[in-house]
């Protein structure tokens, strides 16, 4: 059974940091795209963050660009995000997310979906 394993959530003031991590198991991820899309309360699941198997190409919003680093070990099947800076509306659940290389990095096509963790800044 292939399961997404978030942890790392919590509670933390505006201009803090966190780090996420995500285990994988029940397969090999290998030319598996890994990252991250959160969801808050009353809006709709976005795109956060995504590496590709090599990590030789990632992305990032544009609201979280120079404050959140998305790395990936493939040995130990874990993504992470490390998140900087942070600001209220960060606040959401955070969901770890892979799909093959050759699909498209869209909510619809994600292929393995993890539980999810919240991560909640307070101002």
């Known amino acids: 059974q292939v399961r997404l394993l978030e942890s790392g959530g919590g509670l933390v003031q505006a201009g803090g940091s966190l780090g996420l991590s995500c285990a994988a198991s029940?397969?090999?991820?290998?030319?598996?795209?890994m990252g991250w899309f959160r969801q808050a309360p009353g809006k709709e699941r976005e795109n956060v963050a995504r590496?590709?198997?090599?990590?030789?190409?990632?992305y990032y919003r544009d609201s979280v660009k120079g404050r959140f680093t998305i790395s990936r070990d493939n040995a130990k099947n874990t993504v992470y995000l490390q998140m900087i800076n942070l600001k209220p509306e960060d606040t959401a659940v955070y969901y770890c997310?892979?799909?093959?290389?050759?699909?498209?990095?869209?909510?619809?096509?994600?292929?393995?979906w993890g539980k999810g963790t919240l991560v909640t800044v307070s101002s």
């Open positions: 997310a892979a799909v093959r290389e050759s699909s498209i990095w869209t909510a619809g096509n994600i292929e393995y």
């Open positions: 029940g397969r090999t991820f290998s030319n598996y795209v």
């Open positions: 590496i590709n198997w090599s990590g030789s190409d990632t």
